[in-house]
Structure formats: structure tokens, C-alpha cells
T-cell receptor
Framework: QQQVKQSPQSLIVQKGGISIINCAYE??????FPWYQQFPGKGPALLIA?????SEKKEGRFTISFNKSAKQFSLHIMDSQPGDSATYFC??????????????FGQGTILTVHP | NAGVTQTPKFQVLKTGQSMTLQCAQD?????MYWYRQDPGMGLRLIYY???????DKGEVPNGYNVSRLNKREFSLRLESAAPSQTSVYFC??????????????FGSGTQLSVL
């Protein structure tokens, strides 16, 4: 079963626009929510992450919004650039003990930013 | 530093053949993981090793075995390859298994086709 559902599957944005990717999770025990960025032929790399004790986290042009009651979180990319074109994965895990690396990933979103 | 190194990068097998995917990290990380990536399904955890000398099953362990050879190396073995194991395989590591803002460091992947 897919415990983290991600949408949309693909997204096309013009340069300078806002890219928004949404995720919903089922397991309320999850307490750490990272986003990974993957370029073709490369492994995923951590982009930004959030814990459920805050509703928003911003790093540069990237912002995570978190809604604990709705069990949803989203990635916003402001002023999107062609270099942001990549596949983005949301994920969820338990932040305790040895469980950190046991991520449950969403299906992925292929983002294309047109110049 | 090389980070996480996976070999081979590409492999084609016939159904029933066996092979071992190799992974090594030079960051002195304790925990290591094997994920597979399939279109529309994100990444799914196959096996992991929280520390040297321990291994545990992930979400999709059937058809695979692993060996944590030492702190640096974690191999994934397919004893009798099946077409359903056609995928891109990623090895990853983290410094600790504890509850911190740690990130997974991924290798660049092995693209495996089983005919």
C-alpha cells in the first residue's frame, strides 16, 4: 500500500513561476517529512525537511507547508528556474531510534521549468 | 570524498541468473540502505543495516539478500533474478540511526534489466 501519496505526477511551469507539489500521508506516527530532489542519472539528494511541530519551513526559494490535522504537506518553489527541472519526492519517516533512514516515499513529481 | 559508490552502473541479466550489487561509503556512516526505484512508485526500501553486524528487512525484501561486509560495504544479492526485479537500485547511508536532522546520502544507482 502507498502510505504517502504525491501529486501531481508531472508539472510544467514557466520560469519565474511558482511550483507546488502536494503530499498526503496516512500514518500519524510519522514525524519527519523530507523532500528529495533527483536529477537524471543521479541519486536523490535532500532538499528540505520539516517536523510536525512547525507549520512552515523556508530555505531560500523552497518552502514546506505542513498541515498536521489534514495529514498533508506541500513543497513550494518560488521563482522557479530551468535548473530546478528534476524529479521531486516527498517522504515520511519516524525520527526516533534507528528508523530515520527507513523512508516511505511518494510516487514522485517530474518538474519541468520552461525558460 | 567519493561518498556512496555503487557498482556496476548498468547490468543486464537473464531470468534465473544471480548477481551481487556492490555498495561502499567512505563517510564512516553507521547505517546503510538499499532502495529500488520504479516508475510511478517512488523508492521502496528493500533491506537496511542500522549498524555493522545487523541487517533487517524493509518493505520489499522478497527475492533479495544482503550482507553488511564491514562498516563501509553493504551488498545486495539477487539469487535468481526475475523480470519483476528490473529496476534502478540505490544504496544510501546515514551517519547515525538516531533522531536528528540527518539526511540520506544516495549513490548514483545501478540500472538493472532482467530479460
Amino acid at each position: 500500500q502507498q502510505q504517502v501519496k504525491q501529486s501531481p505526477q508531472s508539472l510544467i511551469v514557466q520560469k519565474g513561476g511558482i511550483s507546488i507539489i502536494n503530499c498526503a500521508y496516512e500514518n500519524t506516527a510519522f514525524d519527519y517529512f523530507p523532500w528529495y530532489q533527483q536529477f537524471p542519472g543521479k541519486g536523490p539528494a535532500l532538499l528540505i525537511a520539516i517536523r510536525p511541530d512547525v507549520s512552515e519551513k523556508k530555505e531560500g526559494r523552497f518552502t514546506i507547508s505542513f498541515n498536521k490535522s489534514a495529514k498533508q504537506f506541500s513543497l513550494h518553489i518560488m521563482d522557479s528556474q530551468p535548473g530546478d527541472s528534476a524529479t521531486y519526492f516527498c517522504a515520511a519517516t519516524y525520527a526516533g531510534g534507528t528508523s530515520y533512514g527507513k523512508l516511505t516515499f511518494g510516487q514522485g513529481t517530474i518538474l519541468t521549468v520552461h525558460p | 570524498n567519493a561518498g556512496v559508490t555503487q557498482t556496476p552502473k548498468f547490468q543486464v541479466l537473464k531470468t534465473g541468473q544471480s548477481m551481487t550489487l556492490q555498495c561502499a561509503q567512505d563517510m564512516n556512516h553507521n547505517s546503510m540502505y538499499w532502495y529500488r526505484q520504479d516508475p510511478g512508485m517512488g523508492l521502496r526500501l528493500i533491506y537496511y543495516s542500522a549498524s555493522e553486524g545487523t541487517t533487517d528487512k524493509g518493505e520489499v525484501p522478497n527475492g533479495y539478500n544482503v550482507s553488511r561486509l564491514n562498516k563501509r560495504e553493504f551488498s545486495l544479492r539477487l539469487e535468481s533474478a526475475a523480470p519483476s526485479q528490473t529496476s534502478v537500485y540505490f544504496c544510501a547511508s546515514t551517519p547515525l540511526g538516531a533522531a536528528t536532522d540527518e539526511k540520506l546520502f544516495f549513490g548514483s544507482g545501478t540500472q538493472l534489466s532482467v530479460l
